[in-house]
Nanobody, 125 residues
Framework: QVQVVESGGGLVQPGGSLRLSCAASGFTSDDYAIGWFRQAQGKGREGVSCISSSREAKTHYADSVKGRFTISRDNAKNTVYLQMNGLKPEDTADYYC?????????????????WGQGTQVAVSS
C-alpha cells in the first residue's frame, strides 16, 4: 500500500543542521508531488515545503524557512529529503511528509491523501 515514513529528526543547537528523509513505498515518488508540513505544540499545521514531480521539477517554501531549507529527491532510493540549515528554536515541531499523488504541488493549497507518523525536531541550546 501507499506509505511514507519520516526519519532524521533529533535535538540540535540553534544554527545547526538536520536532514529529514521521507521514504516512499507502494508508489514511485518521483511521479508525484511530495510535501513537508510541521506542527508545533499548541499550533496548527504549517506547510513547509513541496517538490513537484521530477518532470515538472518545481519547489516551494514557506516564507519562514525560505533560504534555510532545501527540498530534494533521490529517485534511486524513492526518497525525498528536507535539508534544514540555520535552525532556529521556532523550528521546533513534529515534521511530516505527505503526498496526494498528483504531479504538481498546487502551492500553497496542497492537500495530502497520505502522510506518515512524523519525526520530532527540537532546536534548543
Amino acid at each position: 500500500q501507499v506509505q511514507v515514513v519520516e526519519s532524521g529528526g533529533g535535538l540540535v543547537q540553534p544554527g545547526g543542521s538536520l536532514r529529514l528523509s521521507c521514504a516512499a513505498s507502494g508508489f514511485t515518488s518521483d511521479d508525484y508531488a511530495i510535501g513537508w508540513f510541521r506542527q508545533a505544540q499548541g499550533k496548527g499545521r504549517e506547510g513547509v515545503s513541496c517538490i513537484s514531480s521530477s518532470r515538472e521539477a518545481k519547489t516551494h517554501y514557506a516564507d519562514s524557512v525560505k533560504g534555510r531549507f532545501t527540498i530534494s529527491r533521490d529517485n534511486a532510493k524513492n526518497t525525498v529529503y528536507l535539508q534544514m540549515n540555520g535552525l532556529k528554536p521556532e523550528d521546533t515541531a513534529d515534521y511530516y511528509c505527505g503526498t496526494s499523488r498528483v504531479s504538481s504541488c498546487n502551492w500553497p493549497s496542497i492537500r495530502y491523501e497520505y502522510w506518515g507518523q512524523g519525526t520530532q525536531v527540537a532546536v534548543s541550546s
